[in-house]
């Protein structure tokens, strides 16, 4: 059974460097995504943050004054 053209050494290394390239391509492209959704979710949570602090009552100083409380026991 004839198994094809058995593909030279430069082919094989071209081969795997558009490979290499193609997955780094990819692996930007995953990230610059994950970034965005990082941020979406950085954002949702200064919001429901801000929402919360609305209803306190609060100001931002006094929440601050109190974290800074919190961190000092």
Do not use: C, F, H, P
């Not at 593909?7 to 780094?24: F, G, H, N, R």
């Not at 950085?42 to 409380?69: C, F, H, P, T, Y």
Request: aromatic share 0%.
């Amino acid at each position: 059974m004839a198994r094809g053209v058995k593909k030279s050494l430069q082919e094989k290394i071209a081969q795997k460097k558009e490979l290499i390239e193609a997955l780094s391509t990819r692996i930007k492209k995953e990230r610059d995504e994950l970034d965005e959704l990082l941020e979406m979710q950085k954002m949702e949570e200064l919001n429901e943050l801000r929402i919360v602090l609305q209803k306190s009552g609060l100001e931002i100083n006094d929440i601050i004054q109190m974290a800074q409380m919190q961190a000092a026991q």
